[in-house]
């Protein structure tokens, strides 16, 4: 009895400490403007030696090459900023093609990320994150 109690205890406590993994793609993206032919598809995240790391597949569904334009906001358990602003990292998805991605977190306070996408081809004219 007392080793299903402690049994019970480690699962709680290991799923309590766990970093908010569980949500969809898309409460984990903002896309700046309407990006037309990039997205986000799909996300992994783990801890390893308590960095969190991050797995993110960014698909083109045009046929022509496009560029497009990531960053990482880095949280901590409590949706707050651990991390000065990042930089935004070019990154060319070839024509019907997947990029992969693999980002480390900066500091082990990170336990959460938000990503933030853009892409020179948007909707409506408007421009990637060099025109910001």
């Known amino acids: 009895m007392i080793r299903r109690v402690l049994l019970v205890l480690a699962l709680l406590a290991a799923t309590l400490s766990q970093p908010a993994f569980a949500q969809t793609i898309a409460s984990k993206v903002d896309y700046v403007g309407t990006v037309r ?3 986000v598809t799909g996300l992994k995240a783990k801890d390893v030696n308590g960095l969190l790391n991050l797995y993110i597949e960014i698909t083109n569904s045009d046929w022509d090459d496009q560029e497009g334009y990531y960053r990482i906001a880095w949280l901590d358990e409590s949706g707050f900023p651990v991390w000065r602003d990042e930089a935004w990292k070019p990154i060319l998805v ?5 990029a992969k991605v693999l980002v480390n977190a900066p500091t082990p306070k990170a336990r959460d990320f938000k990503i933030e996408v ?3 081809a948007n909707w409506f004219g408007s421009t990637g994150p060099a025109s910001e």
């Open 37 to 39: 032919f990039l997205s």
């Open 118 to 120: 853009s892409a020179d």
């Open 94 to 98: 070839h024509g019907g093609q997947i």
